[in-house]
């Protein structure tokens, strides 16, 4: 008798989300960039535009243990909030017919490495491995293209990152559900 395999539907991710205002200016960047490059890919809805910090998995349900610790590595996270600044776009590598165009920052996503370490540190400590890549690139993918676009600086997008959250993506469903979020500590006398 062979066991049944439930299929893999579940992914689990820790990101950061731009504000309104960034998204409406994200989608003026990709939209000249669609333009000035000829690309036909499809502008990623508003709802999925992220930064991702951390990939914890693709799963058959959603696994409450993995939630629980990196729920417990989350809330050990004690940084300031901070701006992030995105200025420059390309496409990396990928499946030919699938490459994904993205916004990246220079000096601006600073603070985002900062937080991507320290909260790969925390979950290490709870026994999620060790989640820290010292090549981490921070960026927000925009779309999915066959043609290239090479490294270029766009206009500037920022926002306040103001906390941090857990999302469970439902795989084939293009859907975000946020499982708990952080906030970020207050800048003392501003």
Not at 50 to 58: E, I, P, Q, R, S
Not at 72 to 98: C, H, I, M, Q, W
Not at 142 to 158: C, F, G, H, I, P
Not at 161 to 173: A, D, N, P, T
């Amino acid at each position: 008798m062979s066991r049944r395999h439930e299929p893999v539907a579940d992914r689990l991710f820790f990101a950061i989300f731009p504000n309104q205002y960034a998204c409406a200016r994200i989608v003026q960047v990709a939209d000249r960039l669609r333009i000035e490059h000829g690309l036909q890919g499809k502008l990623l809805p508003t709802s999925r535009l992220h930064v991702t910090l951390f990939f914890l998995g693709d799963y058959a349900g959603l696994p409450p243990e993995i939630v629980a610790r990196a729920s417990e590595a989350a809330a050990a996270v004690a940084l300031p909030r901070f701006n992030v600044v995105f200025d420059r776009a390309k496409t990396f590598s990928g499946k030919r017919r699938s490459l994904p165009l993205v916004m990246l920052g220079s000096d601006g996503v600073a603070a985002l490495k900062r937080l991507q370490r320290d909260l790969g540190n925390a979950l290490d400590v709870v026994g999620l491995g060790n989640q820290w890549n010292a090549d981490y690139t921070p960026h927000v993918t925009l779309l999915y293209d066959s043609l290239s676009v090479a490294d270029r600086v766009v206009e500037v997008v920022d926002w306040p990152v103001e906390e941090f959250v857990l999302v469970h993506s439902q795989l084939g469903r293009s859907k975000y559900v946020p499982l708990a979020r952080w906030p970020l500590l207050s800048q003392s006398g501003s």
